[in-house]
């Protein structure tokens, strides 16, 4: 499909992607919407920045739109992904849209939600918790809602809403279409996708186990105490937006005031932060008003803004799928980026399990110092510097 027009959609709905400047369809898309609109079920993996969001919200929208009845549902594990999807969905849907809509969100006050709820909304995105919330006192119905989406499925089960989701399906017709979208798929996604999905088309864009292949990455060995010199000498060699990534919310305030009071403008954002406080955040990194984010793995799940250049991993993801996640923070819809990692004496398994998700062949093959097979061990002149990987140039 060259362009958005094969698909038939309704005027309205192009009208909005000829705003939003959507003309071509990325590959998930082109694979997603006539599924979708086919009344089909999927089970969708792919990369982050591939346009996922829009794969399915353009056949959620055009559903809306030509049906006068029905309701949809999405479910995403963070309320900054939530907020993302919402924000595309309002794009889509157009200013004057008379569909109302309704983001249901753990953190933020009940009254403007029973509000938006008590309008009868078409639309809901929201996270598991809090649509379980409402549900259980009876403020949401969903005996209407023939369309639900769940993003970012395999996050949603590690942070444990396998229990909400279960509970949230109850509630909805058994009539209904699922599109479900992975990044990766362990053997809890296939279950749920064998127990809920109704033969599903399987789609799937790139590996899902590989980075990007449009961002460059290095390996730093280093002694876990010269860490934060190290960050600095990388901010100060490096030009645009940073996104650093850190284990703990702790840390993340502690490193963002040391940046700041080492002349770097500088914000964390975590999960403890009251939802205000993290939408000021999000709201200014993207203005470019501060060049640093020093992020922890939850809160920045998703997060799509075009302009981060680098990501470093000052500290390694618990989760070695995390890896894959952080490194789609940057070189979104096809642009470059680069990354690199931190690795000291005591990350020597968080890395090995890195690599092997990477590369699973390699590092069978090599045993446990295995390095990607693309490895070309380069020492630059820090001495301890490896670029490990470098991918071609490639259109996400
Ligand atoms: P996503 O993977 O959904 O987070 O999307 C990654 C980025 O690609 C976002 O900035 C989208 O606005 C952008 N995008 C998605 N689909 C298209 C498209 N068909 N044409 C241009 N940009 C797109």
Redesign the pocket.
Known sequence: MKNFEGFGLNHALSKSLEHM??????PI?AQAIPFALGGHDIMGTAQ???????AFAIPLVEKLLSNPRGSALVLTPTRELGK?IMD?MHQLLGPKSPIKTAFIIGGEPMGKQLRQLRARPRLIVGTPGRINDHLERGSMMLHDTHFLVLDETDRMLDMGFSVQLERIFKYMPDKRQTLMFSATLPNNILKLSEKYLNNPKRIAVGETNVVATNIKQDVIRIEQDKKYNELMSQLYERNGSVIVFVKTKYNADKMAKNLRRDGFTSEALHGDLRQNKRDKVMQNFRKMNFRVLIATDIAAR?L?V?HIEHVINYDLPQVAEDFIHRMGRTA??GAEGSAVSFVSNQDGRKWHAIERLLNPQAANDKGSHARPARNNQNRNRSGGKKRFYRGKKKAA
């Open positions: 400047k959507y003309t071509t369809p990325t898309q982050t920045g591939t346009g996922k969001t829009a993302q595309i998703g799509d075009p979104r819809a």
